[in-house]
């Protein structure tokens, strides 16, 4: 994989496009100042596009360099060496993998290793079935 070094251009048009959230920073001093963080934080154009994207994705209005850097730190260690943690995720950051949906069990699976148990459920499933398929009519 070939990665770009990071560039203060490139940091600055990452400011901009995290404009997108509500409540950031439109002072242009405060804006120079996050590029300085991006580019002493952030190895490459690739991490920091994640990291933008990612934050796009979490976070509906500005929640602050520190958190920014603390969602950086839950994949990569920061250049400047400089850790932080979550204070909004005290948990930490949800994990970027979504959950598959959820599916129907096969029929003639067991629910249950009670056979008892499983007949009953399979009964009552079966008969709800039923009721549904009539209302339909």
């Not at 209005?61 to 990569?76: F, K, T």
Request: net charge positive; with cysteine; glycine share 4%.
């Amino acid at each position: 994989m070939n990665l770009t070094p990071l560039t203060p251009e490139t940091a600055a048009a990452a400011v901009a496009k995290m404009a997108l959230m509500a409540f950031f920073p439109g002072d242009p001093d405060i804006r120079a100042a996050l590029v300085s963080v991006f580019v002493d934080m952030v190895d490459t154009e690739e991490q920091l596009d994640w990291l933008v994207n990612r934050a796009l994705r979490l976070y509906a209005r500005w929640p602050g360099v520190a958190e920014i850097r603390a969602l950086y730190c839950s994949r990569w260690k920061p250049k400047d060496g400089i850790e932080a943690y979550s204070s909004i995720y005290p948990d930490g950051i949800p994990s970027e993998r979504r959950e598959p949906p959820a599916r129907a069990m096969p029929p003639g699976r067991l629910v249950t290793a009670d056979a008892e148990l499983d007949q009953r459920v399979q009964k009552a499933a079966d008969a709800k079935k039923l009721k549904g398929a009539e209302k339909r009519k």
